[in-house]
């Protein structure tokens, strides 16, 4: 897929709280996104579009067709910061996932997502 636009998010991860913003990601994904998940522990991570970005436990909801809304922030306060670190974790992996996907491979960007550590 030529041009396409890598999916990057903006993670917050302060305690128990699980926060951040798209910053970029491909409208052709509203059509795709929704076949990529992990599941862990019994709890099955996975990418959606929604109209608006949201956080609901397991579920990360991209940017939808919602336009004015694409610039929402997204958060979740799990039971504990290791289920908010394992729910990090598959998030990340699920965006590179999309990205190795969907990328042009001959693409040189190598940052399929950011991650920041709020204290």
Request: hydrophobic residues 30%; aromatic residues 12%; glycine residues 2%.
């Amino acid at each position: 897929m030529k041009n396409y636009i890598l999916l990057k998010v903006e993670f917050c991860l302060y305690e128990n709280i699980l926060c951040g913003k798209i910053l970029q990601q491909d409208d052709r994904l509203i059509e795709k996104v929704n076949k990529y998940d992990i599941l862990e522990d019994n709890n099955l991570y996975r990418l959606c579009i929604f109209s608006r970005p949201m956080l609901y436990d397991d579920i990360l909801h991209l940017r939808g067709k919602n336009q004015s809304e694409n610039n929402t922030t997204f958060h979740y306060a799990y039971n504990n910061k290791q289920s908010a670190e394992t729910a990090l974790k598959n998030f990340k992996e699920l965006i590179k996932q999309v990205n190795n996907f969907y990328a042009d491979r001959s693409t040189t960007e190598t940052n399929t997502y950011y991650v920041e550590v709020c204290e």
